[in-house]
């Protein structure tokens, strides 16, 4: 069996977003533009209402998916269609703008921590118009699998027996939520084809061989397996993985198709109010 080893560790920059959100951003920034299939990875994490009270106003999406996690805080999120959900710690959604979503996503917390993750991953050309939906997944609904030295929450995918409850996506996500002890172990298969990656959010760790400190990205080599191992002050990750589009990417602001020409007729639909 091939173990997967570090191919590239980014380091998360510092920027900000919707109204002024500060955020550490792992993908899309000068270091990593993309990571087939995924387009973008924000961790939002602050005690201070300043850094996160405006929210993200009403913006349009179309061509990919939209993946929230909450570990902190409140959120809600709304739509033109007139959809609502709250997201609360330990809560997740995972939203298909499709052929295209007009939503919002507004902090329902005064004060107090805020902290949290939002990925975004591509659609193939043949589902970018598809409708819009949304999972909207409670905390309670996410199993949370005990091992040896730490505990996995199963956000996609299957490990160990318990499967996720995110489904129907079609590149077959893997998303796990791993909390290790000092000097603890995980251990999972992956798709041999799929892209995979960790996300260091809080103490250290490595795998294989090579250490991964806090607010840093892991891009993983191919193979079956993925190891990793805490420091001696415990390791928290986020381990995803899925299948590569392998297809031309068009993106520009909220929108991500296959062409410059979907692009504009993407502005030209927002423009004209054909998404509502």
């Not at 590569?244 to 639909?269: C, K, S, W």
Request: glycine residues 12%; contains cysteine; hydrophobic residues 40%.
């Amino acid at each position: 069996m091939t173990d997967r080893t570090i191919e590239k560790i980014v380091r998360a920059v510092a920027t900000s977003d919707g109204a002024g959100v500060r955020l550490s951003r792992a993908i899309a920034n000068a270091e990593l533009d993309h990571l087939d299939p995924f387009l973008l990875l924000d961790e939002f994490r602050s005690d201070d209402p300043g850094d996160y009270i405006a929210g993200f106003p009403d913006h349009p999406h179309r061509g990919f998916e939209t993946v929230t996690y909450m570990l902190a805080g409140k959120m809600e999120h709304a739509d033109h269609a007139g959809n609502r959900g709250l997201l609360t710690g330990g809560g997740a959604q995972w939203m298909t703008a499709g052929r295209g979503i007009i939503h919002s996503e507004t902090p329902k917390q005064d004060d107090g921590l805020m902290w949290g993750f939002q990925l975004w991953v591509n659609l193939p050309a043949k589902s970018k118009m598809t409708a819009p939906r949304y999972q909207d997944i409670d905390p309670s609904a996410i199993p949370e699998v005990k091992i040896e030295g730490g505990t996995v929450r199963v956000i996609a995918g299957t490990f160990r027996g318990a499967t996720g409850p995110v489904q129907g996506i079609v590149t077959d996500p893997v998303y796990l939520d791993v909390r290790l002890e000092a000097s603890g172990g995980f251990e999972t298969r992956i798709p041999e084809e799929h892209t995979a990656f960790l996300y260091a959010y809080q103490g250290n760790g490595g795998v294989g061989g090579t250490s991964l400190g806090t607010k840093s990205l892991a891009v993983l080599s191919k193979g079956e397996r993925i190891v990793a191992n805490a420091g001696d002050s415990g390791f928290r990750f986020l381990c995803v993985a899925a299948r590569p589009l392998n297809e031309p990417i068009a993106r520009y602001g909220p929108f991500v198709m296959n062409t410059r020409e979907e692009i504009h007729q993407a502005f030209e639909d927002f423009r004209n109010g054909r998404f509502a």
